[in-house]
T-cell receptor
Framework: AQTVTQSQPEMSVQEAETVTLSCTYD???????LFWYKQPPSRQMILVIR??????QNATENRFSVNFQKAAKSFSLKISDSQLGDTAMYFC????????????FGQGTILTVHP | ETGVTQTPRHLVMGMTNKKSLKCEQH?????MYWYKQSAKKPLELMFV???????ENNSVPSRFSPECPNSSHLFLHLHTLQPEDSALYLC?????????????FGEGSRLTVL
């Protein structure tokens, strides 16, 4: 069985600063994808960033980057230059293999960005 | 039209009622999903449909009955629910096989069972 663990229920950061959200996972698959999804208050969940397990290079999307440590099964999200619009629940997710959207999610981290 | 639309947004029902949740996607995807989001618990995958065939039933009680009449529509029929079924039910879609896991979610249907 797959597991995804987010050990930080809540985080806060000042606007313009950098914050890192932690995620660890466990899977017996050799090939898989890891994701960070963002769920703003009362709004749709959207994909923030995706990492393919066979790629050693860490994924980056503008202010969002990941630190993927495959051997340690760790997948953290770094948000640089935090903005008020980054306030949301962030979910780490792991695919079951590489087909379909059968994702195992972590419990989520509520991030609050303060002005 | 937004990509994935869910109706109703809020639903209150008694334990003996029968109701349905509806999901519609306008993205041309061929896979659709139901996820359950309960307070203080991770999202749980309930059902997966690919090309209108159910490819996953994640040990969901029979009081939840999915239906996928075509690739754009997905329903979740509810009957004889329990209070612990109160949750946010999220519909999602994707292109099966490509960019696996890149799901597009609706805003969810908030269900309260009295």
């Amino acid at each position: 069985a797959q597991t995804v663990t987010q050990s930080q229920p809540e985080m806060s950061v000042q606007e313009a600063e950098t914050v890192t959200l932690s995620c660890t996972y466990d899977t017996s698959e050799n090939n898989y994808y890891l994701f960070w999804y963002k769920q703003p208050p009362s709004r749709q969940m959207i994909l923030v960033i995706r990492q393919e397990a066979y790629k050693q290079q860490n994924a980056t999307e503008n202010r969002f980057s990941v630190n993927f440590q495959k051997a340690a099964k760790s997948f953290s999200l770094k948000i640089s230059d935090s903005q008020l619009g980054d306030t949301a629940m962030y979910f780490c997710a792991l695919s079951r293999g590489t087909s379909y959207g059968k994702l195992t999610f972590g419990q989520g981290t509520i991030l609050t960005v303060h002005p | 039209e937004t990509g994935v639309t869910q109706t109703p947004r809020h639903l209150v029902m008694g334990m003996t009622n029968k109701k349905s949740l509806k999901c519609e996607q306008h993205l041309g995807h061929n896979a659709m999903y139901w996820y359950k989001q309960s307070a203080k618990k991770p999202l749980e995958l309930m059902f997966v449909y690919s090309l209108e065939e159910r490819v996953e039933n994640n040990s969901v009680p029979s009081r939840f009955s999915p239906e996928c009449p075509n690739s754009s529509h997905l329903f979740l029929h509810l009957h004889t629910l329990q209070p612990e079924d109160s949750a946010l039910y999220l519909c999602a879609s994707s292109q099966a096989g490509a960019l696996a896991g890149e799901l597009f979610f609706g805003e969810g249907s908030r269900l309260t069972v009295l």
